[in-house]
């Protein structure tokens, strides 16, 4: 049961909702390497589930579950060709027995591009490669009307990053587990919570779970995407939808105006773009090898060097958590993949150089 529905029953009773994680999630605590008696707490979201761990796990609970409770057939998604929320879905959709469509635009290559492709595509995803952002709203009409032809049922649209007042929801849900797991003795109360921000659904999530679990921790959102996904009004914006959605459903959930004190949006640590690696990025990713973290360069690795800078004027006596939004979970290799489970302008692309970060 998600955390959420313990502390407000009214949402267990009619918010649509699958189960799919393994929760809660693990906290962990680790020493700073190089930095004696600096200490952190790590919440384990990669290990939020064995068909894929990560962030994406928690939304799709509440998106996947509104799809069955609609009785759709299929949902539909947006990503890049290397996108973990993509790969999320298309998996956790299998299992559920409904179809994926996924809407792909390119990206620059990493080291897990190919294999997450090939995942997508072993997961049952019907793929549509369309090269340029701007064919993604025709892309999109075409596939409605195609799959409303052959099953008689739209399918249900997902966002990128699954970001939307239903997939935020599940953020919410995840404060008060840590609500829960600091009450059980845990973790004491951060300070200061580390988190990647890119389409924004975790951290206005959080940021409204942590204000309406009575919690005080700073969300530091460090932003891995163009301002113009990720922005406070963007966050102001999911947080009034989110608020709206489950005082739809529970009307003691709190009607808590947005608060902007309950986020540092970070924004020198992108650098040349969405998936383009930075040498502090690559140099955290080596940081969580010795804290025992398999991490990424696009999202948590750029999270993970703010904290490493932080940490350098930071008094020891700061209580931590760094969210660990990356999957952990072995994905088979690229080679191998059937190739007529993508269209040929997606096996070409997979058979590109890939590029370390």
Request: charged share 20%; aromatic share 8%; with cysteine.
């Amino acid at each position: 049961m998600a955390a959420l529905f313990e502390y407000y029953p009214g949402l267990g009773g009619g918010l649509p909702w699958v189960s799919l994680a393994n929760l809660p999630t693990p906290i962990t605590r680790r020493g700073w390497p190089g930095q004696p008696g600096k200490r952190i707490w790590i919440k384990r979201d990669d290990l939020s589930s064995p068909l894929y761990g990560g962030n994406k796990i928690r939304k799709l609970e509440f998106l996947l579950g509104r799809a069955l409770a609609e009785n759709r057939k299929a949902v539909m998604t947006f990503g890049v060709v290397g996108s973990n929320h993509v790969l999320a879905t298309a998996r956790c959709s299998k299992k559920l027995g409904l179809e994926c469509i996924a809407i792909l635009s390119r990206q620059p290559a990493t080291s897990y591009l190919a294999a997450n492709l090939a995942a997508v595509a072993r997961g049952g995803a019907r793929t549509c490669d369309y090269p340029r952002i701007g064919e993604l709203a025709t892309a999109a009409v075409t596939e409605l009307r195609r799959e409303k032809k052959e099953t008689g049922v739209y399918p249900l649209v997902i966002p990128a990053g699954g970001s939307n007042a239903t997939g935020a929801t599940g953020f919410v849900s995840a404060a008060f587990e840590l609500r829960k797991q600091i009450e059980q003795g845990l973790l004491a109360e951060p300070d200061f919570i580390y988190m990647a921000m890119g389409t924004t659904g975790s951290v206005a999530g959080l940021g409204l779970g942590l204000a309406a679990a009575g919690l005080d921790s700073l969300v530091i959102a460090v932003r891995v995407v163009d301002e113009s996904v990720a922005n406070p009004c963007v966050l102001e914006s999911l947080w009034r939808r989110t608020v709206m959605r489950l005082r739809k459903y529970d009307e003691n959930f709190p009607d808590l105006p947005f608060d902007p004190e309950r986020f540092d949006i970070r924004q020198q640590y992108l650098g040349a773009g969405y998936a383009r690696g930075t040498p502090a990025g690559l140099k955290a990713v080596a940081i969580g090898r010795k804290l025992g973290l398999k991490l990424e360069g696009t999202y948590t690795g750029k999270t993970l060097a703010a904290l490493n800078d932080d940490l350098l004027d930071q008094a020891s006596a700061a209580k931590v958590l760094f969210w660990n939004t990356a999957n952990s979970r072995a994905l088979p290799p690229a080679s191998g993949l059937d190739p007529t489970l993508l269209d040929a302008g997606l096996q070409k692309y997979i058979r590109s150089n890939e590029k370390p970060g």
